[in-house]
């Protein structure tokens, strides 16, 4: 059985290096956000992701961890957004040169405020928000002084198309209720309805701690139900993901510091190999968000002059009349 695990270990990675392709072939890295609450598992999901794909041993690149495992007592680790480029997480000989992914942490989003959430998501994935970028700034600017503001302060100007975000992963803990205000706020900055902005991503998600909750029962169902209706998933499984992140409650004596878990990397592999996959496209790629910024502030400046035009001519039209008269 062990040895079982251990050939569908290899024969995931191979398929995973096909499906990347290798970068001097012109084949470049999807850069991949994890977006979900505080303590949900984002940064623990990077650092199981790169042990799933290690010869020798799990490391820890995103700091993860936690103040208590009961509700309520997640903590926030990651405050700052950190990209982890495969140069980075790579550490085998026999990966160098592919095109694997970058992976964008940042810091757990609550469950609220959707307005101001829903820009600050859309300008994180046009490539807009630049690591070391706290997200909790972000949007006490936002609340304070108000989303226009808050726009025209962190918009780039230089913003490169290779900081644009090609895929999202929705994590949510598998113990606690779905976050669906924040999901409906990457649903609409994912996949916009309307013709201000056309730039589609894909979306994904995964269900972290599973060895914490009774998977038969019909809590878990539930909000396993829960989770794919708001991501619009049903239907689709394959894009949505269980599993079970490196961490001290399955690995208690910390074995992982020294080796590979291939049981728990399997998941991580079989769900990757979906995520990377090709046949996901982002739709118009190019759509720049600082053109569509500019194309409002034009818009309003038009609108503001026929506005003043129109009153010069209506406060001046009765002395014209009186002239002639």
């Not at 495992?69 to 950190?82: C, H, L, M, N």
């Not at 820009?119 to 949007?139: A, C, P, Q």
């Not at 226009?148 to 994590?171: D, P």
């Not at 991501?231 to 079970?244: D, F, T, W």
């Amino acid at each position: 059985m062990e040895e079982d695990i251990r050939n569908e270990r290899k024969n995931l990675i191979s398929k995973l290096k096909g499906v990347v392709g290798r970068s001097d072939e012109g084949r470049c890295p999807r850069n991949i956000v994890l977006i979900g609450s505080p303590g949900c598992g984002k940064s623990s999901f990077i650092n199981s992701y790169a042990a799933s794909i290690a010869d020798d041993y799990w490391r820890e690149y995103a700091f993860s961890g936690g103040k208590g495992s009961g509700k309520g007592t997640a903590d926030q680790i990651t405050v700052r957004i950190k990209r982890f480029e495969a140069k980075e997480y790579v550490t085998s000989s026999r990966l160098q040169g592919y095109a694997f992914p970058t992976l964008v942490d940042i810091s757990g989003i609550q469950d609220g405020e959707c307005e101001i959430t829903e820009e600050i998501l859309r300008l994180l994935f046009y490539g807009e928000l630049k690591d070391n970028t706290n997200i909790r700034s972000v949007f006490t600017c936002g609340k304070n002084n108000g989303i226009q503001y808050m726009r025209s302060k962190y918009i780039g100007w230089n913003t490169k198309n290779s900081n644009k975000v090609h895929r999202i992963i929705v994590v949510a803990n598998a113990m606690e209720p779905i976050p669906q205000n924040l999901i409906q706020c990457v649903m609409k900055a994912a996949r916009p309805t309307g013709d201000k902005y056309t730039r589609e991503i894909p979306v994904f998600g995964i269900m972290t701690k599973i060895d914490q909750v009774d998977e038969s029962s019909q809590e878990f169902k539930n909000r396993k139900q829960t989770f794919m209706e708001a991501l619009s998933l049903v239907g689709v499984s394959h894009r949505v993901a269980q599993c079970v992140n490196y961490c001290d409650t399955i690995d208690p004596m910390s074995t992982r510091t020294n080796q590979t878990l291939p049981d728990v990397d399997i998941c991580f592999l079989r769900f990757m190999n979906v995520v990377c996959g090709s046949n996901y496209v982002v739709s118009n790629p190019d759509e720049s968000y600082r053109s569509i910024y500019f194309k409002e502030k034009r818009q309003e400046f038009q609108r503001k002059m026929i506005i003043i035009i129109l009153a010069i001519i209506m406060l001046g039209l009765p002395c014209l009349l009186a002239a002639y008269i």
